[in-house]
């Protein structure tokens, strides 16, 4: 089954930008919902958007207007294109996959997903 790896996270002032990517292996994303979690230090992790199947997207009230998802189905690569980064959204970032049957929204229980990347750390200072 799918297998996901993440990788752009890195240190950057507030106001910055970042983009986060989401490679899956082993089957196509597009067949999953997949959805971004983020950690915060002491904090449940939390939905940041999810994708469906039909590329139907759903963010949180914190990405609204500045994070945007876009896919490469060629490379089975999700991004997560973060703008105006605060010092709140400092975190591990986790993309999770989740069959296409699921109620793909940002605000999933994230114990209901059983497939996950190692993450990626996320710095805004």
């Known amino acids: 089954h799918v297998q996901l790896v993440e990788s752009g996270g890195s240190s950057v002032q507030a106001g910055g930008s970042l983009t986060l990517s989401c490679t899956a292996s082993g089957d196509t994303y597009s067949r999953y919902c997949i959805t971004w979690f983020r950690q915060a230090p002491g904090k449940e992790r939390e939905g940041v958007v999810a994708?469906?199947?039909?590329?139907?997207?759903n963010y949180a009230d914190s990405a609204k207007g500045r994070f945007t998802v876009s896919e490469d189905s060629a490379k089975n690569t999700l991004y997560l294109q973060m703008n105006n980064l605060t010092p709140e959204d400092t975190g591990m970032y986790y993309c999770?996959?989740?069959?296409?049957?699921?109620?793909?929204?940002?605000?999933?229980?994230?114990?209901?997903?059983?497939?996950w990347g190692p993450g990626t750390q996320v710095t805004v200072s």
């Open positions: 999770a996959a989740i069959g296409a049957w699921y109620d793909c929204e940002s605000d999933s229980d994230s114990a209901d997903f059983l497939v």
């Open positions: 994708i469906d199947s039909g590329s139907t997207t």
